[in-house]
């Protein structure tokens, strides 16, 4: 209808190409224009302005002798200023940006090893944005942006990668295991020793207190007693803390059962071995 009445329209974000007699002759700017059909005007086409972005995965090898797919993203526009170069010079805009992006990352790629690959994915987006733009402003495009989403290796060695890292990290566990169990068995020793050097200390300190007592009590005896020597004191100790040790025995409802000799003779056995070793223990 609008082609009867010689009236066209272009849309918001969108610029038409006029030709008269099949000759460009300006470019049409949104919102209505007037096209005389019968002079020989026309409009060649529609040039969109709106951002557009273009997803490529590309094959290649690394340093390193890796197959890898590189996925890029480039995003585009049309210049306005270059709006009927961008319509007349390419046929294909895709096309010409996907060819210029397989050179770019055929050509980077290959001299970097896999990780470094990884690593320098900005890099690589760089060559390929300075590359994309200086090419396609000649043909009125602008390259907004260009983006390495992602690098993949092949499976096998994707599998491979990961065994490495698998291993990596099960060969580090194990060395912080053997490390922490070598600090748990000093300090598990460190503590036994001072255990025992305190145990030690205790019984040396009763060990003394009792030779303390028994001193202090023969002295008593002798003074209070006269004629009594320290002989005779200790033995009478030496009994009544042996007495008392078999009444302790006795009491005891789990006690193991325990044979000593018993008698009169036995008693002063028992009080001549206990006294011999508190005065070897005393010479020592």
């Known amino acids: 209808m609008g082609n009867l009445f010689c009236c066209v329209q272009v849309d918001q974000s969108t610029v038409a190409m006029k030709e008269g007699f099949g000759r460009f002759e300006e470019v049409l700017q949104p919102g209505c224009h007037c096209m005389p059909w019968v002079l020989g005007k026309r409009i060649a086409g529609h040039l969109s302005l709106r951002l557009q972005q273009l997803d490529i995965r590309c094959?290649?090898?690394?340093?390193?002798?890796?197959?890898?797919?590189?996925?890029?993203?480039?995003?585009?526009?049309?210049?306005?200023?270059?709006?009927?170069?961008?319509?007349?010079?390419?046929s294909n805009t895709r096309s010409q940006i996907q060819a210029y992006v397989f050179d770019v990352i055929r050509g980077t790629v290959p001299k970097?090893?896999?990780?470094?690959?990884?690593?320098?994915?900005?890099?690589?987006?760089?060559?390929?944005?300075?590359?994309?733009?200086?090419?396609?402003?000649?043909?009125?495009?602008?390259?907004?942006?260009?983006?390495?989403?992602?690098?993949?290796?092949?499976?096998?060695?994707?599998?491979?990668?990961n065994e490495i890292n698998a291993a990596a990290r099960?060969?580090?566990?194990?060395?912080?295991?053997a490390e922490a169990e070598k600090?748990?068995?000093?300090?598990?020793?460190?503590?036994?020793?001072?255990?025992?050097?305190?145990?030690?200390l205790g019984i040396a300190r009763q060990r003394q207190a009792i030779v303390d007592g028994l001193r202090d009590s023969v002295l008593g005896f002798s003074v209070n007693v006269p004629g009594t020597t320290a002989k005779d004191v200790m033995d009478m100790v030496l009994v009544t803390q042996y007495f008392d040790t078999m009444k302790e025995i006795g009491a005891a409802?789990?006690?193991?059962?325990?044979?000593?000799p018993h008698g009169?003779?036995?008693?002063?056995?028992v009080a001549s071995q206990i006294r011999d070793g508190l005065l070897q223990g005393s010479y020592h």
Do not use: C, W
């Not at 600090?183 to 030690?200: D, M, T, V």
């Not at 009169?264 to 056995?269: E, F, H, L, Q």
């Open 253 to 260: 409802s789990k006690a193991s059962a325990v044979f000593i």
């Open 264 to 269: 009169p003779g036995a008693v002063r056995d």
């Open 59 to 90: 094959e290649t090898k690394t340093k390193d002798n890796v197959f890898v797919n590189v996925v890029a993203s480039i995003q585009y526009r049309a210049l306005v200023n270059k709006a009927n170069d961008a319509f007349y010079k390419l």
């Open 170 to 177: 099960l060969r580090m566990a194990a060395k912080d295991k």
């Open 112 to 161: 970097l090893n896999l990780d470094d690959a990884f690593e320098q994915k900005n890099e690589i987006a760089k060559a390929v944005e300075d590359e994309l733009e200086k090419a396609m402003s000649a043909y009125g495009y602008e390259i907004v942006q260009t983006l390495i989403v992602d690098i993949e290796p092949d499976e096998h060695v994707k599998r491979a990668m």
């Open 183 to 200: 600090i748990l068995q000093i300090k598990r020793a460190e503590g036994e020793a001072e255990s025992k050097y305190l145990s030690g």
